[in-house]
């Protein structure tokens, strides 16, 4: 009965128009829950009744729900997409991720740049972009979630200083980003699916799945010469004084980076 109740009040909502934002309210924005009942109870609902993934973008399910993704546009910011798998995952600790035949939610994540642009209405070179998921100790939400915005100027600076310092293997960067310390290695590849960086971390560093709920991953596209690939960024939640491994502190959701769009 009580599900009967939540979907007959999700259709009212959905049928008065109201927000995403909104909606989050209904489903309790201030609980750490909040983006999995959207997901789940929000867009799979009306996903599965009229095969509108409303109030999400995108719901992509090829193999199941075990093994598919949902993609929401933040409400207060036109430019930041999120991807959300349609499994319950807390988060980048998810002992799921280092299975054999797991999703490359980070490989699809980065196809969401094409929805970003569509909003912003004109192609974005994508070295003004980056994908981040934050650490257990550094998020607010606890389903799994990858964000896409544009990078901080100050960020891409810094990276194409660096870009020459960073390998293959991972290996601190030369200098503090945003007064913390990172480590960073190179993928030269086009895209990021197969790339895989929460499990290049945890092999790298040996870590298990509850250690790596301190840590947060971070890809930011780069060239080397004509070559095309990507940096991997990591961080420790307590190397640093106040660094909770809320890598999302590298994006800039207003993407200011970007001129202004032409209307």
């Known amino acids: 009965m009580r599900r009967n109740r939540v979907t007959a009040l999700i259709y009212s909502c959905l049928k008065r128009g109201m927000t995403l934002s909104a909606i989050f309210l209904l489903v309790g924005c201030a609980r750490s829950d909040a983006l999995w009942g959207v997901v789940d109870k929000v867009c799979m609902t009306h996903y599965q009744q009229t095969n509108n993934p409303a109030p999400c ?123 913390h310390t990172w480590y960073a290695r190179r993928v030269m590849q086009p895209a990021v699916m197969g790339i895989y960086p929460i499990n290049s971390v945890a092999s790298y560093f040996h870590l298990s799945p509850e250690q790596l709920a301190e840590w947060g991953v971070a890809v930011i596209p780069t060239t080397y010469g004509e070559q095309k690939g990507f940096i991997l960024l990591t961080t420790k939640r307590g190397w640093d004084r106040n660094n909770r491994a809320s890598v999302e502190s590298l994006l800039d959701k207003e993407c200011t980076i970007l001129p202004p769009a032409k209307l």
């Open 57 to 179: 973008q995108q719901i992509y399910m090829p193999e199941g729900k075990a093994h598919g993704f949902s993609v929401i546009q933040n409400p207060r910011y036109p430019y930041h997409f999120i991807l959300v798998p349609t499994a319950k995952l807390s988060g980048i600790e998810s002992p799921q991720l280092a299975l054999e035949g797991r999703t490359d939610y980070f490989g699809y994540a980065w196809l969401m740049r094409h929805l970003l642009a569509w909003q912003y209405g004109a192609p974005v070179p994508d070295d003004r972009l980056g994908l981040a998921i934050n650490s257990a100790y550094g998020r607010s939400q606890n389903q799994l979630h990858i964000h896409l915005t544009c990078l901080r100027e100050d960020v891409r600076r810094q990276m194409l200083a660096e870009r020459p310092y960073i390998q293959e293997e991972w290996r601190p960067l030369p200098d503090k980003l945003l007064r």
